[in-house]
């Protein structure tokens, strides 16, 4: 290309963060639109614009001034990225692809459709249906649009439960998991896929979000093949360019099924900034420009420690540094969020070890030492 | 301390700009200063400020907004640095190390003082003073203050010679150089003090600047850790916390001399950032932040070749990404300045792998695709 291409982001939060900090190495120039003035890309996008990412006219403005767009978050207008792509922007995720994934029923009808394992569902609407596929109880409905991190889930027992959520939902048998995996897969425009060793997250059952995820998963060499290759069936299926996060639950029985895809960078590969050669989001900037794929073994087992806000709301400040930063191989990340509030994701620590007692040793002093707090109470919360 | 602190750099290049990539990482906040609005730094910092470094008042009034003062460039205010040391400011360097190392003059006696070998020299004055000295000859003259990247730097070989520097001027001997070797120190406050492996130099003869460099050093095991223990010398000497570039040279007779000493991340550390698990600029952070220095080993061979404007002035574009991006283990680094010039400074790549013979091929690969040139001609430059 004669000029170098400008990469129009959609959403501003730590995903695009940690892209943006990567992009930067190659000089690369990132527009950003968020509706939060404040969200974590301000300040270090080359252009930040405020805005609703779930408006069409907006979205299209915003990607007018780019040659390439780009996600951090699926809550965007679809329509806005269809016009874009007629308007001859490369975009990605593929808007089709984008269509399919941010509506849970679709999305679960898309891997029956291709063959895909995955957990028993029904599409119900409203209280009759959901009684109507009672079969499938206990299950988890999840409102088929909107939900994250946990939102948009609760769980059904009884069939004559009656505070259920109203609305197109997806009624998902729960399947006895003995693990959840995940695994990224990045595809580029000839159909080459490469994948990275899946991850085993570990959730914390009060806030329901990833506590922290090892990498490798502590699984069998043929499990951990299969579920590689189980991913690479999903984006092949999906069959457009981008980075995949294939959430996926091994079952006590040993089965693999697949919970969901995320078509942008992933919580669950936060590890692979240091434990890779080429990052989830190197891979992803590859994959925009169309340069090859990296490198994505690891350099060695690693973790991922979620840092959680604590100690209530202010300027978040990252305590335990001192206690962290002594052990090699642990790298902090905060997200450059402007206030910490109890329970926010704030950041992550990645570490990493050569055997697993080290690795486990830094986690527990992560966990331990570590905690984002608003930095006017840090004196009474250390 | 019960809030985060603000970090405030003298100097907006590419060094500030490494230093930022990392830095954003653990959310903090840095103010810039440099007198070129599209320096490097602009648009990253999130303070930047537009004004001259050798200016006592300007340099005064920018660090007074912050906690920690550092540089990422030699020629600074030393008077300013002193006065924000009076004011509480935590200063890195100490400007009396500064103050030394800023004059060539100065920063020779200090080696000599500290029985740190280095070539023989004289502080001369004008032609007379310099024929006075002649028995240094061949040697290179070099302006006491102000020089750098080889300007400001001449070579004698005739005591006859008139077209000389005119002012305060060091005349160092030639030395019989088999190798020029870098060594990077980071000292802590409590005096603890970390090296890297030692770095090997090759030179551009025609733009006298380096034009690669490998590491480690290909040189003896107790070469190496001579080098290494010469470094730790010099740092001690200083005697204060930092980051110290120790330059030197290794003579054929297998002595080493120190050369100077920058108080600062330097171009022969940049493949820290991705051969080692805490990269010069990390290190500098941990150094500012009273944090526990970290872990300097590499992970394999790493080689750093720098990317120098060809093609003429432009907006600067990177040519022959895809070809060594196919590469396994290659980090191209943009430094982000808004007008490529031919045989600017522009980026550089790094290089690793286990071997020698890939090392160099993948070195091979880079000099021979990968070029800056300006994007509006990248179609002749093709």
């Known amino acids: 290309m004669a000029t170098v291409p400008v990469i129009a982001l959609l959403g501003g939060g730590q995903l695009g963060r940690m892209f943006i900090e990567n992009a930067l190495r190659y000089g690369h120039v990132v527009h950003v639109l968020d509706p939060d003035?404040?969200?974590?890309?301000?300040?270090?996008?080359?252009?930040?614009?405020?805005?609703?990412?779930?408006?069409?006219?907006?979205?299209?403005?915003?990607?007018?001034?780019?040659?390439?767009?780009?996600?951090?978050?699926?809550?965007?207008?679809?329509?806005?990225?269809?016009?874009?792509?007629?308007?001859?922007?490369?975009?990605?995720?593929?808007?089709?692809?984008?269509?399919?994934?941010?509506?849970?029923?679709?999305?679960?009808?898309?891997?029956?459709?291709?063959?895909?394992?995955?957990?028993?569902?029904?599409?119900?609407?409203?209280?009759?249906?959901?009684?109507?596929?009672?079969?499938?109880?206990?299950?988890?409905?999840?409102?088929?649009?909107?939900?994250?991190?946990?939102?948009?889930?609760?769980?059904?027992?009884?069939?004559?439960?009656?505070?259920?959520?109203?609305?197109?939902?997806?009624?998902?048998?729960?399947?006895?998991?003995?693990?959840?995996?995940?695994?990224?897969?990045?595809?580029?425009?000839?159909?080459?896929?490469?994948?990275?060793?899946?991850?085993?997250?570990?959730?914390?059952p009060v806030l329901n979000l990833v506590d922290h995820l090892q990498a490798p998963a502590r699984i069998p060499a043929e499990t951990a093949a299969h579920a590689r290759?189980?991913?690479?069936?999903?984006?092949?299926?999906?069959?457009?360019?981008?980075?995949?996060?294939?959430?996926?639950?091994?079952?006590?029985?040993?089965?693999?099924?697949?919970?969901?895809?995320?078509?942008?960078?992933?919580?669950?590969?936060?590890?692979?900034?240091?434990?890779?050669?080429?990052?989830?989001?190197?891979?992803?900037?590859?994959c925009y420009m169309q340069w090859p794929l990296g490198d994505t073994r690891l350099r060695s087992l690693a973790a991922m420690v979620n840092l959680v806000g604590s100690g209530g709301t202010g300027q978040p400040m990252l305590m335990g540094a001192e206690e962290v930063l002594a052990l090699p191989g642990t790298f902090p990340h905060l997200y450059g969020k402007a206030e910490t509030r109890s329970g926010r994701k704030m950041g992550h620590v990645t570490v990493m070890a050569q055997d697993q007692q080290t690795l486990e040793l830094a986690i527990h002093t992560v966990r331990e030492q570590c905690r984002v707090v608003p930095a006017t109470t840090s004196a009474h919360a250390k």
């Open 229 to 286: 290759a189980l991913a690479d069936r999903v984006a092949n299926a999906f069959g457009e360019p981008g980075l995949y996060a294939v959430e996926m639950f091994l079952t006590r029985s040993g089965e693999l099924l697949v919970n969901e895809t995320a078509p942008r960078a992933h919580n669950s590969g936060h590890h692979t900034i240091e434990a890779c050669a080429s990052s989830q989001f190197d891979q992803l900037l590859r």
């Open 37 to 204: 003035p404040k969200a974590p890309c301000a300040g270090i996008a080359h252009r930040f614009v405020v805005g609703d990412l779930t408006d069409r006219e907006t979205v299209v403005r915003f990607g007018a001034a780019a040659d390439i767009i780009g996600i951090e978050i699926e809550q965007v207008n679809v329509d806005g990225l269809e016009d874009l792509k007629q308007l001859g922007k490369r975009v990605v995720p593929a808007p089709h692809v984008l269509r399919t994934i941010q509506d849970k029923g679709l999305q679960k009808q898309f891997y029956v459709q291709h063959g895909i394992p995955t957990a028993p569902f029904a599409l119900v609407n409203g209280i009759e249906e959901i009684r109507a596929a009672s079969r499938l109880l206990p299950a988890f409905l999840k409102t088929r649009t909107g939900g994250y991190d946990g939102k948009g889930v609760m769980r059904v027992d009884d069939p004559a439960s009656t505070d259920l959520f109203e609305g197109p939902c997806m009624l998902e048998q729960c399947v006895d998991i003995a693990l959840e995996l995940a695994v990224l897969v990045v595809r580029d425009d000839n159909g080459v896929q490469v994948t990275y060793d899946s991850v085993e997250m570990v959730f914390d």
